[in-house]
């Protein structure tokens, strides 16, 4: 998991729980996943770290268009974000620093207390 987030530029909270992440070998460029859970609190202050381009946008209902992701959280064993209903989401860099060529955020409630935070990009 840490090569992954090192590779994302992203620093993990201290507080997050089951965290997930996948580095998928590509044709071109390869996909990184990286999941993980921090209390509901603590999400705009992660956010902050990234500096998105612009404000995550609000996705009321799940994305229904056809295709797959690249590399889906799927092979983590989690609902893909574009699946699920009031996501907060986003492009956070492309191009990015270094050889990340792109990261986009989503989060996405799991519960009262608590949030998931969904992390993708190419390398």
Partial sequence: MESVAKTLQVHVPPTATDARAAHQKGFQDD???LAFVVPTGEVDGFLGQLRPERPLRLREQPWTAEGKPATPFAHLGLPEPESLANV????????????????KVAVARVDDL????????AD
């Fill in 31 to 33: 996909g990184l996943i």
């Fill in 88 to 103: 907060r989401e986003g492009q956070v860099c492309a191009p990015c620093r270094d050889e990340l060529d792109w990261l």
């Fill in 114 to 121: 608590s949030s998931r935070v969904y992390l993708r990009g």
